[in-house]
């Protein structure tokens, strides 16, 4: 009886969310347009045996999982699931290997992705038909789901199976995009493609981009988004954020995690609000006058963002138990914020407000984050924000005749 039940309350769910999709006027996510009842994708999938690369983010308009909706959906058969970091269901903590197992939800094998293979075995994917990639991503280079896109891009290609990417909006917009482009030395997991630090692409386009760019040669479908606008930002589409990892469980963290993220990675003693009640939302410090910082940060007048002073105790992670002072990152207006722009106004500001406790992390964590390491020399020479960005935009030439190529929308 219970089965019975859940069953037919999904599919009073799924009735809800295919009409809700087909009256709004908002954004329509990759998933429901493949789904959709009279949809002209669903060729891509139907009949087929199929492998799911996605996470608690790869959710529908009315938050079903994704591999919950193809489960349940006879035009198609899931057979394989693929774990990227924090696993299938988001149980799995940052950094954190993700094993093998097999989803409680649907009793379907899960391969992981981030654990001594990043990329989905050739063995697995002998079994399938093609593989479907629905993950939402947070717009910057540095966030994992797109190298686990790069690596399945590879992974396909060799298999000879098509890859099919349920596209999902940039919650930054696709107008901008900020920062160095990675040199070779520093490719990562953290900086998988050749890419500036926000790349101002949806996934769809990123997994074009990728595939274009370094002549990967798969076989690439990308279902689109339906009413969105490169102006838009996340606030924009009508959508509701479902938590992408454990300490972005909002829009708001989306927009801040590359500037608060970028901020601590590049020192050993700022805190970006990891381990508090507000993740990537903190700037702070032992050494820092909370006041002092915010008359000084709110006196520049940065676009989109205003700078609240603070005091907060972590109570997990590197800063636990520690007292610390800074400024909560108040986001005004999503659309004008400019992520990177603003991380180098915080640093350059907090070396020349602190030059005697400001410390710069070492060669390895610069280089992976930013590319390059002529931060260093920039910030220890008291190079301008304008000039640094300038010398950024001496290598976005070749990235913005590529990237142009492989833009939808």
Same mark, same amino acid.
């Given at each position: 009886?219970?089965a ?20 709004s006027?908002r ?17 891509l ?41 924090h ?9 954190d ?21 990043k ?5 697995s994917?002998?079994n ?15 966030y ?7 690596e ?8 000879g199976?098509?890859?099919?990417v ?6 930054l ?17 953290i ?44 606030e ?40 508090s009640t ?13 006041i $002092?910082?915010?008359? &000084? ?5 940065l676009?989109?963002? %205003?700078?609240? =002073? @603070?005091? !907060?105790?972590?109570f ?6 520690k ?15 400019r992520?990177?722009h603003?991380a180098?106004v ?19 964590a ?6 390059e ?15 640094? $960005?300038?010398?950024? &935009? ?5 990235f913005?005749?590529? %990237?142009?190529? =492989? @833009?939808? !929308?």
């Amino acid at each position: 009886m219970i089965a019975i039940a859940k069953a037919a309350l999904l599919a009073l769910v799924l009735c809800l969310s295919s009409c809700s999709v087909q009256a709004s006027e908002r954004v329509e996510l990759g998933v429901d347009v493949l789904l959709a009842k009279d949809s002209k994708f669903i060729e891509l999938v139907q009949g087929k045996k199929l492998g799911l690369i996605t996470n608690p983010s790869g959710v529908d308009r009315a938050l079903i999982p994704t591999a919950d909706r193809l489960a349940h959906d006879p035009r198609v058969k899931l057979v394989q699931l693929y774990g990227p970091e924090h696993g299938i269901r988001g149980d799995v903590a940052a950094g954190d290997q993700v094993g093998d197992e097999r989803d409680a939800a649907t009793g379907l094998p899960v391969q992981s992705l981030y654990g001594k293979s990043k990329r989905p075995s050739p063995e697995s994917l002998a079994n399938l038909d093609a593989v479907l990639f629905d993950i939402q991503d947070v717009g910057s280079r540095t966030y994992t789901y797109i190298s686990t896109l790069g690596e399945a891009l590879k992974a396909c290609a060799a298999a000879g199976k098509p890859l099919i990417v349920l596209d999902r909006p940039n919650p930054l917009g696709g107008a901008r995009f900020e920062g160095p482009m990675i040199e070779e030395r520093w490719r990562t997991f953290i900086g998988w493609g050749p890419m500036p630090v926000t790349h101002g692409m949806t996934v769809g386009e990123v997994a074009r981009y990728f595939n274009d760019v370094l002549a990967i040669g798969c076989e690439l479908k990308v279902v689109p988004l339906r009413g969105w606008k490169r102006s838009m930002a996340w606030e924009d589409t009508g959508l509701s954020w479902t938590q992408t990892s454990p300490h972005v469980p909002n829009a708001t963290q989306a927009h801040l995690y590359t500037t608060t993220g970028m901020i601590a990675s590049s020192t050993t003693n700022l805190s970006d609000g990891v381990g508090s009640t507000m993740p990537f939302e903190l700037v702070g410090a032992e050494f820092i006058d909370a006041i $002092e910082l915010e008359i &000084a940060l709110n006196e520049l007048k940065l676009p989109g963002v %205003r700078f609240q =002073a @603070l005091a !907060y105790k972590p109570f997990y992670g590197k800063f636990k138990d520690k007292p610390m002072r800074g400024v909560r990152l108040r986001l005004v207006e999503p659309r004008e914020y400019r992520p990177l722009h603003t991380a180098l106004v915080v640093l350059t500001t907090l070396r020349k407000m602190y030059p005697q406790h400001f410390q710069l992390a070492d060669d390895d964590a610069l280089g992976k984050h930013w590319g390059e390491l002529k931060l260093r020399e920039q910030l220890e020479a008291g190079t301008g924000v304008e000039e640094i $960005e300038r010398a950024w &935009a001496a290598g976005y030439a070749e990235f913005e005749r590529a %990237r142009a190529k =492989a @833009l939808l !929308y």
